[in-house]
């Protein structure tokens, strides 16, 4: 299996994911939604809000292609759309800002009015926002074996335990790194996000017009 499973696709993904997700990023925000609340609420709202993360894109990378199945929608025709959404996600991060496809500041007041906020809007749309699940369901859909969904999937819950000891030591977090701190990693990983979403859209093109890539 080990000859079989690749390696390096799975610690891609796993960049990508990481980089999409940005719980570093999501720091300012969650801070100031919790805080007027207790140090057990915001326990319990990190524990909730990664468990939630998790549950989403699980379910995005085993019933992500079904979805599309059922309405029609092809593979190189998400590929680019999910490119396109991927790139303003990316190009938000770069200027260190929220991307409205992520989170919205009407979502941020109405939040703030909530006594339940770890789901929405924490854990959806502002970590696992549109961007994510595209992102989950394009790799996902390369992958040609079983086990390597159940190795992504592996890594998704990894990534749900980083999300919440981020948002554990937020405080922390935020007083060690700073602003300028947390605004430089968003935009590194707002790169790193740029060039993914552009070879999607590159794959999503070569697929639906296959004479794009011969050679004369």
Do not use: C
């Amino acid at each position: 299996m080990q000859d079989i499973i690749n390696w390096t696709e799975l610690f891609k993904d796993f960049i990508g994911i990481f980089a999409i997700l940005n719980p570093l990023g999501a720091i300012p925000v969650y801070l100031g939604m919790t805080a007027n609340k207790s140090r057990s609420e915001t326990k319990r709202i990190a524990i909730k809000t990664s468990m939630a993360v998790a549950i989403i894109l699980v379910i995005s990378i085993w019933a992500g292609g079904v979805v599309l199945q059922f309405f029609g929608i092809t593979m190189p025709a998400f590929r680019i759309a999910s490119g396109l959404l991927v790139l303003l996600v990316a190009i938000s991060m770069f200027h260190a800002k929220s991307s409205g496809a992520s989170h919205t500041d009407q979502e941020t007041l109405e939040a703030a009015q909530k006594d339940d906020i770890a789901i929405v809007p924490l854990a959806m749309p502002l970590l696992a926002g549109p961007g994510a699940i595209s992102l989950v369901i394009v790799n996902a859909n390369q992958m040609t074996q079983w086990f390597e969904k159940v190795f992504l999937s592996l890594s998704i819950l990894i990534m749900a335990v980083v999300i919440w000891f981020t948002l554990h030591i937020a405080n922390n977090l935020g007083s060690l790194m700073g602003t300028a701190g947390i605004n430089t990693a968003t935009r590194v990983m707002g790169l790193l996000l740029a060039a993914m979403a552009v070879q999607f859209m590159i794959m999503g093109l070569v697929e639906a017009f296959p004479g794009l890539s011969s050679k004369n």
